[in-house]
């Protein structure tokens, strides 16, 4: 499998529990509204947008531009939550959150397919694999906590933060998406993400070492 195909399965795969995680957390603080309307499943069809899922990976995938994206958000009723302020920051953080511990979980496969597996197709390919799950997952739990609307650090930190980065968010809301893609087609992007790829650096050579 090409390594640009094997990024685009890695990342629909890790949009897809991203939301499901999202789904899950709102369900398990009360509100139902994801559960109902079949979000709570890893069936990709439930999750994936054209844009985010398909067209934004490939164009990162060919010009070697980050290779990140989104799934189609989940719907969340704050008002069916038990503790709404509080509820719904711990549901924004269960997407870049389950990001974060599916990369440790590829960094455990890719040390163990290192260590364990004969040299070979096979292991040449699962390395691969589990290497590009660990990058494209820190880099999705990095974008997808910048304090931008919608992202899902504007909720976390406006509510850690409500007099300062809370504040900032809300004047910054009715111009998110002028600001996303002033952030992507300015090439900052790439320098506001290098935390999250020397993150998945460490956890790629603490696997390694395994």
């Known amino acids: 499998m090409p390594e640009w195909m094997v990024s685009i399965v890695v990342l629909v795969f890790s949009v897809v529990f991203h939301e499901a995680a999202h789904a899950w957390m709102a369900y398990r603080k009360g509100d139902a509204t994801a559960y109902l309307a079949g979000r709570l499943t890893l069936n990709p069809l439930a999750h994936l947008d054209p844009v985010g899922s398909v067209l934004l990976p490939l164009i990162g995938a060919f010009t070697g531009a980050p290779v990140i994206g989104w799934a189609r958000p989940v719907p969340v009723n704050p008002r069916m939550l038990r503790r709404p302020a509080q509820d719904y920051a711990w549901v924004s953080f269960a997407g870049p959150g389950s990001n974060i511990l599916l990369a440790v979980a590829f960094a455990v496969g890719f040390g163990t397919a290192r260590a364990l597996l004969p040299g070979g197709m096979l292991r040449t390919s699962l390395v691969l694999l589990f290497s590009h799950g660990v990058v494209i997952n820190m880099l ?71």
Not at 145 to 158: M, N, Q, Y
Not at 168 to 186: D, E, G, H, K, W
């Open 140 to 210: 999705l739990a990095g974008f997808n906590l910048l304090p931008v609307p919608p992202l899902d650090g504007s909720w976390i930190f406006g509510h850690l933060f409500p007099r300062t980065i809370g504040r900032l968010v809300n004047a910054m809301r009715p111009y998110s998406m002028v600001v996303l893609i002033v952030l992507v087609a300015s090439g900052a992007l790439r320098w506001v993400l290098i935390p999250s790829l020397i993150a998945a650096s460490a956890l790629l050579r603490l696997a390694g070492g395994m």
